[in-house]
C-alpha cells in the first residue's frame, strides 16, 4: 500500500509500481483524503491523523488483506507511522520516505532547526491566505526543491482546483488534532534525503529511538522528492524490506 504526500497524488508513484508488480507484489496507491473530489470534506477535525490511519485500515478491509506492507512519502509517511503504530496486527512491513517518526520529529524542535524549517507548517493553519500564496507560488517551490518538471506540472494542475487545495492544506490545519504516534515494532525501513529542505538530519536519526523492530536506515544523496527522481532505489528498498519481512 503505497501513500502520497503534499501535494502530491498516486502519480508519484508511476515509475515504482511496475518494479513492484515485476516482483509479484499486489499494489494499492489510493488518492487519500481531501484530494479526492469523491472525498473531501471541509472540517479541521475531519483532517486529523486519527481520520487519515483509519482511512488506510478500511481500505485494507475493502480490499480483504488482513496484513500489507506499507510505504509512505511525507504525509503519507506520518500515515504509515500511525498505521504500523496503532494496528502493528494489520502490517507487515513499513518503509517511509523522507518522513521521520512523529515523536522524532517533534523532539527535534527543541534539539535542531527543525522549528524554523517546519514554519510553513504554522502558517497553513491560518484560513484561507495558504491557499490563495499557494496558488501563485507551488510551481516554483516544487521546482526550486527538485521535483522533476512533469511532476511539478501534474501536482500544480491538480492543485489548481481550489477545493483539492484546500483539502491537501487541511492535513496541515489537522496536525494539532493528533495523539502520541506508538513506537514502531513492526520490520521498518526509513530512507532519507540529506539534502531535505523540510526535513533535518536530527529528527531523521532520532526516529531509530521510536522503532522497536528491525530496522534500516538509509541516508541518501538526495532532497525531499523520494519516489519521483529515486523510484529505483526506492522499489529496491521496499522489496528487499518486504522479503526480509515475509
Same mark, same amino acid.
Not at 507484489?25 to 486529523?48: E, F, I, K, N, W
Not at 482546483?161 to 487541511?170: E, K
Given at each position: ?14 515509475? %515504482? +509500481? ?19 473530489? *469523491? ?5 479541521? #477535525? ?6 487519515? &490511519?483509519?482511512?488506510? +485500515? ?6 480483504? %488483506? ?16 500511525? %498505521? ?6 494489520? %502490517?507487515? !512491513? ?15 524542535? /527543541? #534539539?535542531?532547526?527543525?522549528?524554523? @524549517? ?28 527538485? /521535483?522533476?518538471?512533469?511532476? +511539478? ?8 482546483? @481550489? ?13 494539532? /488534532? *493528533? ?9 521498518? !525501513? ?35 522528492? /523520494?519516489?519521483?527522481?529515486? !523510484? ?5 528498498? &521496499? &522489496?528487499?524490506?518486504?522479503? *526480509?519481512?515475509?
Amino acid at each position: 500500500m503505497l501513500l502520497h504526500g503534499f501535494p502530491q497524488d498516486v502519480s508519484c508513484y508511476d515509475d %515504482v +509500481v511496475p518494479k513492484l508488480l515485476t516482483a509479484g507484489y499486489r499494489v494499492l496507491v489510493p488518492t487519500q483524503r481531501g484530494y479526492a473530489a *469523491s472525498a473531501r470534506p471541509p472540517r479541521r #477535525r475531519d483532517y486529523r491523523p486519527s481520520e487519515l &490511519i483509519n482511512d488506510m +485500515v478500511g481500505l485494507l478491509d475493502a480490499a480483504g %488483506v488482513d496484513r500489507a506492507h506499507v510505504v509512505g512519502h511525507d504525509w503519507g509517511g506520518a500515515v504509515a507511522w500511525g %498505521v504500523a503504530g496503532r494496528y502493528p496486527e494489520r %502490517v507487515r !512491513s513499513v518503509t517511509v520516505l523522507s518522513t521521520p517518526h512523529p515523536r522524532a520529529w517533534a523532539e527535534s524542535m /527543541l #534539539r535542531s532547526n527543525q522549528a524554523l @524549517r517546519s514554519w510553513y507548517m504554522a502558517f497553513f493553519q491560518l484560513p484561507r491566505l495558504p491557499e490563495f500564496l499557494l496558488a501563485s507560488r507551488l510551481s516554483r517551490t516544487l521546482s526550486d526543491t527538485g /521535483l522533476p518538471a512533469e511532476h +511539478v506540472d501534474r501536482n500544480c494542475a491538480l492543485m489548481a482546483d @481550489r477545493r483539492a487545495l484546500t483539502g491537501a492544506v487541511n492535513w496541515y490545519r489537522g496536525m494539532p /488534532l *493528533s495523539g502520541v504516534t506508538p513506537d514502531v515494532a513492526v520490520p521498518t !525501513s526509513f530512507l532519507w534525503g540529506a539534502r531535505d529542505f523540510a526535513l533535518g538530519r536530527v529528527a531523521a536519526e532520532r526516529t531509530a529511538a521510536h522503532v522497536t523492530g528491525d530496522y534500516t536506515f538509509e541516508a541518501l544523496n538526495a532532497g525531499h522528492w /523520494l519516489p519521483e527522481p529515486r !523510484s529505483d532505489q526506492v522499489a529496491e528498498a &521496499i &522489496i528487499e524490506r518486504a522479503r *526480509s519481512a515475509t
